[in-house]
């Protein structure tokens, strides 16, 4: 099955506009996690922090493991490559002051 890399990479842009998302990913950069720990660093409730991973997880930013009783969250780094790739190209291709412009009506 191939997968359509615009709308993953849409589909990641979307997941890592949301602050708290972001906030995740940000904790998740530093260690692996679990629900509970999450849920006292950004001191929100656990049935919000479990949506949010779940919104990172079908984005495929976040990967979870069960570990005894808990499931700890990391992220998949390759998936933040492929949206700073997607950025940086969007960057490389922006018109420069006075360039590229369409005509006016």
Same mark, same amino acid.
């Given at each position: 099955? +191939? =997968?359509? $890399? ?6 990641? /842009?979307? +997941?890592? %506009? ?8 940000? $904790? $998740?950069?530093a260690e692996q996690l679990?629900?509970?720990h999450l849920t006292a660093? /950004?001191? =929100?409730?656990?049935?919000?922090? &479990? #949506?949010h991973l779940r919104v990172?997880?079908? +984005?495929?930013?976040?990967? !979870?493991?069960?570990?005894? *009783?808990?499931?700890? *969250?990391? $992220?998949?780094?390759?998936?933040? #490559?492929? =949206?700073?790739? #997607?950025? &940086?190209?969007? %960057?490389?291709?922006?018109?420069? %002051?006075? !360039? +590229? ?5």
């Amino acid at each position: 099955m +191939a =997968v359509d $890399l615009e709308t993953t990479t849409d589909a990641r /842009l979307r +997941a890592l %506009a949301d602050p708290l998302r972001a906030q995740i990913v940000e $904790l $998740l950069a530093a260690e692996q996690l679990c629900v509970c720990h999450l849920t006292a660093e /950004l001191d =929100v409730a656990q049935p919000l922090v &479990s #949506h949010h991973l779940r919104v990172l997880r079908e +984005a495929g930013l976040v990967e !979870g493991e069960r570990w005894r *009783y808990w499931t700890y *969250y990391r $992220l998949r780094p390759e998936a933040l #490559h492929d =949206v700073a790739e #997607h950025l &940086s190209a969007l %960057a490389e291709q922006a018109p420069t %002051a006075g !360039g +590229a412009r369409r005509p006016c009506c």
